[in-house]
């Protein structure tokens, strides 16, 4: 079974950075697709950005486009999200996930493998 491990999350000023990782461990996982989704108190999950690695397409949403990056390492099997110019909008559970298909927009997205979590939390 393959396990997805988030960290990197915690509380930073409006204006700081943080760098989430997402380390997959077990099982065999094709890693086809990978995106970084999140979750506010009282509002539903949305997507933040996905990677396909074999053809190299990223995309965003427009909420972070400009602010975040996601890149992948594929000797540690490692997804990052970094994230500067943070705002107090960006608080949030962050989930990675992987294998499976996400839309440009991220209205839809079928994906196989989730973590549990990290807080990343902006003050206002």
């Known amino acids: 079974q393959v396990q997805l491990v988030e960290s990197g999350g915690g509380s930073v000023q409006a204006g700081g950075s943080l760098r989430l990782s997402c380390t997959a461990s077990g099982g065999t996982y094709t890693a086809n697709c990978m995106a970084w989704f999140r979750q506010a108190p009282g509002k539903e999950r949305e997507g933040v950005a996905t990677i396909y690695p074999g053809s190299g397409a990223i995309y965003y949403a427009d909420s972070v486009r400009g602010r975040f990056n996601i890149s992948r390492d594929n000797t540690q099997k490692t997804l990052y999200l970094q994230m500067n110019s943070l705002r107090p909008e960006d608080t949030g559970m962050y989930y990675c996930?992987?294998?499976?298909?996400?839309?440009?927009?991220?209205?839809?997205?079928?994906?196989?493998?989730w973590g549990k979590g990290t807080q990343v939390t902006i003050p206002s």
């Open positions: 996930a992987s294998d499976g298909w996400v839309a440009e927009d991220f209205q839809q997205y079928l994906l196989r493998y």
